[in-house]
């Protein structure tokens, strides 16, 4: 669930600019490192909010001066987001050192249902992703920015035609990403644990879920999720050792979908 | 296009410059100073390999970590278990990873811009995961392995195989890329639907380069793998793959100088700023953008100025 709203920004991102962009996971960290720094000092709910627009500034700044300009060219634009994403982790193992963290709680306490022990974190993050998404789409079939994105998703070129501007539109499909990822990470990773690699693993997810939902299907990505998280836990809990398999099990389901069925689940045919 | 280097002065320079190579071991015995120049030849032919397939075929890969660590552990495999010495052992490895190449191309080609990209970003992964991790007792797991022979105890001898690695890898590089077979690669790389439209079979072309540039980073990751003596899932991770895209961007996408310039910038930046290890990364990371944004050609003078578009839409 919480994955899911990573991989909505990612597929955003991809699906209505058309731009591979792999410095993605580095919002996802930045945002979980400044809630990581911020939170003893600030506090919880400010430190939330300081972390989301952080991501959004480093996702503004990033697209403004690096992936805008370069957007007609995909491999430049690989190369360069790589790159800023190497510099991005480097730069936090610099700052806050390779060690495992864990992100704290944002509620604390434990709830009983059905017999199962659940971290009211999780339901938090739950609700959170819920609303966010329910947001998303209204903005995006609700508003005239909202529709134009998606114009510029489907039609590039008649977009730009009638007057929809393709770098505010980037910008705030950018920022839109960062912060879905930014929540993604600073909601989940307390679950988890912290290290200046977890971009790669978030990207991975993205990517794959990308894939399967379905190329410029925003909510394909959401399913995409759906569908690799159950096939990870069902190995995971079958298979011994099932833990190691999890990038085999991401790109096992991956090779088949682009080779059976490359638009994805829910992609259309191109 | 590259034409530059069949000219007589380019071949003088080459003559040149591989004079040089080769009298290195004279002017400068000093063990440290030989290891840091093999090292950079290896990292070199691995950057050709990357550059035979992205420069030349444009299919730009994420993952070319794959046969670079993937012939590290196979050589070294067959050299503890079977005991056969590093230069067959070497050969046998990169020839695994050349038929490796072939066998994943399949899949892999079929799939393009972006898609491409993941792909080949996930092998590596995958191998680290799934082979090395569990199973953990065979391959070492995180600790990798060690034990195995080296090529020679002399560092000048050492040299001199890297050398000829390079050597190789320049000479089979210049082959293809004079050959019909370069011709057919660069017309997929600048435009495929032309390339197909001519009756070119691409895939066929696609998934053979795809196995040659496996063979040839097969045999960079083999030679380096003797040339340690001890292997670790380091040499499969992300940052492996990205660093040979970084080296060949630096030096030049596209040329066969261009990689060997930047496999050694790379390598001795690397080794000399050792002082500033933490920030090396964040200095390649921003040089790249720097590069890819107001020099995409890289900084040889004379590289040519492919278009780098031709992927996705």
């Not at chain 1, 971290?119 to 959170?128: D, I, P, S, T, Y």
Request: aromatic residues 14%; hydrophobic residues 55%; proline residues 4%.
């Amino acid at each position: 669930m919480i994955y899911g709203l990573t991989a909505v920004g990612f597929a955003l991102i991809f699906g209505t600019c058309r731009i591979f962009d792999l410095a993605f996971g580095s919002y996802y960290l930045v945002g979980a490192y400044s809630f990581f720094g911020l939170a003893p000092v600030v506090g919880n709910g400010a430190a939330l909010f300081l972390s989301l627009l952080i991501s959004i500034a480093v996702a503004l700044l990033i697209h403004r001066f690096v992936l805008f300009p370069l957007r007609k060219f995909p491999i430049r634009v690989l190369v360069a987001s790589a790159g800023l994403a190497l510099a991005i982790q480097q730069g936090i193992i610099l700052v806050f050192g390779s060690t495992f963290r864990s992100i704290p709680y944002l509620v604390e306490g434990t709830t009983r249902v059905a017999g199962v022990i659940i971290e009211n974190q999780r339901f938090l993050a739950g609700g959170v992703a819920i609303v966010a998404l329910i947001l998303l789409w209204l903005f995006l079939t609700k508003t005239k920015l909202g529709l134009g994105i998606r114009a510029l998703e489907q039609h590039p070129e008649a977009a730009e035609l009638i007057g929809i501007e393709p770098r505010t539109s980037q910008l705030i499909v950018a920022s839109i990403g960062a912060l879905f990822a930014a929540l993604g990470s600073t909601l989940s990773l307390s679950l988890f644990v912290l290290t200046p690699l977890a971009w790669l693993d978030a990207l991975l997810l993205a990517f794959v879920a990308v894939v399967v939902g379905g190329l410029g299907s925003t909510w394909g990505a959401f399913a995409g999720v759906f569908i690799i998280a159950y096939a990870e836990t069902v190995v995971g809990f079958f298979v011994p050792k099932g833990g190691f398999l999890r990038v085999a099990i991401y790109l096992g389901i991956m090779v088949i979908v682009l080779l059976a069925r490359p638009w994805g689940f829910f992609g259309q045919k191109e | 296009m590259p034409r530059k280097f069949q000219k007589p002065s380019a071949k003088f320079l080459w003559l040149i410059v591989a004079a040089i190579f080769v009298a290195v071991p004279l002017w400068a015995p000093d063990p440290y100073f030989l290891r840091i120049f093999a090292l950079a030849s290896i990292f070199s032919v691995f950057a050709l390999s990357w550059n035979l397939l992205a420069g030349y075929a444009g299919q730009i890969s994420f993952g070319h970590a794959f046969f670079f660590g993937g012939a590290a552990y196979a050589s070294a495999m067959l050299n503890l278990h079977s005991g056969i010495p590093p230069p067959l052992s070497i050969f046998l490895s990169a020839i695994i990873c050349g038929v490796a190449g072939l066998i994943l191309g399949y899949p892999c080609l079929r799939v393009k811009g972006p898609y491409f990209v993941l792909m080949t970003w996930c092998f590596p992964l995958i191998l680290i995961s799934a082979v090395i991790m569990y199973f953990g007792e065979i391959f070492g797991g995180d600790m990798g392995l060690s034990g195995f022979q080296g090529i020679s105890s002399s560092s000048t001898i050492n040299y001199y195989g890297s050398l000829l690695i390079l050597a190789l890898a320049v000479f089979i590089s210049t082959v293809v890329v004079n050959s019909r077979l370069g011709l057919i690669l660069r017309a997929v790389r600048d435009n495929e639907i032309v390339a197909e439209s001519v009756g070119i079979n691409i895939s066929k072309y696609k998934i053979l380069i795809f196995g040659l540039s496996g063979f040839i980073a097969g045999v960079a990751g083999a030679y380096l793998a003797h040339f340690n003596k001890t292997i670790s899932p380091e040499l499969l991770v992300v940052e492996m793959s990205l660093l040979v895209i970084i080296m060949t961007t630096v030096g030049g996408i596209g040329s066969i100088a261009g990689p060997i310039v930047g496999g050694f910038l790379v390598t001795f930046l690397d080794n000399y700023l050792g002082y500033i290890a933490d920030v090396r990364l964040i200095i390649y990371g921003l040089a790249i953008v720097a590069i890819v944004f107001a020099r995409p050609q890289g900084l040889l003078p004379w590289s040519p100025k492919i278009k780098l578009r031709g992927l996705g839409k």
